[in-house]
């Protein structure tokens, strides 16, 4: 049975969807900024949930991706509740196409579904914290965060092996041609970010008593293509002081976004709690055509653009670091 949106399933007759497999069909359109994904992950996320409540035997979703191949992509969903939940499984998008031109001629389509994922037990892991100290202030900082888990389709070498390696090779790059800033520079490869943000949460919850030393909060969580523009989300103040500090970024071919910086995913315990965070908008056209699959391997890293990355986020947060003012505070709000 095809529905076309979470509150398509809503709106089921219980009559209708018992004994079902309910097959989601929404596309996840391409965007530079990724937005089309922002769409269409709340499918991921809630189907499976949703068709328990009308009595659906299971439920299959068209893969949330950009893609046209027969990898499906992985990721999170609402946990369900033991006992409440249908099994659930994502369709690649070429054979969500098949289905749904199948379906639109009125042909019936009847699917078998051998799901072999399986929850194993938890394990400790944990964040790395590496800080370069400031000159004057050491005990402020700015973080430039990533995160080390991956989806185990592929190698995680997009989602976020890249991140990674911008953030690092930032502070390499830093310390070998800028030396120390009047404030300290703090990179964290932040610990499972995919299945819960438990490393970004322990983050802010074993600093809390110095949040409010934490100037502002980078995030790179967006592959491998080059920055192009930036933002920042701060105080009544921050965007008027961040002006003249993107003009640095020019010669990349950065230029300012005027819209809000929403920050990342890792940062957003941060930004819940007051911190500004500053946006370096990676080129993502292509990002949602392996993010989450088996293609997510280290071929698709394009060392040019990392390159020019690691560059925009090594002049950016030196001089954030470097700035005789800081960005105020936002106003608390619920994370994404
Ligand atoms: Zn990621």
Redesign the pocket.
Known sequence: LRVRSLEDIDALDPNAARGKILFVSVPTTRARNGEGYGKAVGVRWGAADRAAKVGAAAVVIRSIGTDASRLPHTGSMKHPVPGQSVPAGALSTSDADLCDRLLDRGVPVSMKLTLTSTALPEAISANIVADYKGKDAPDEWVLLGA?LDSWDLGTGAL??GA?AAIVVEALRLVKEHLGPARRSLRVVLFAN??AGLEGAKAYALAHANEIDKHIVAMEA?FGTGAVYSTSIGGGPEAHARFVAIARLLAPLGVTLDEQESEGG?DTSPLREAGVPTVDLNQEGSTYFDFHHTANDTFDRIEPEHLAQAATAFAIMAHALAEAPYDFGRRTPRAGK
Do not use: K, V
């Open positions: 995160h989602d976020d991140g970010e995919e969580d995913a």
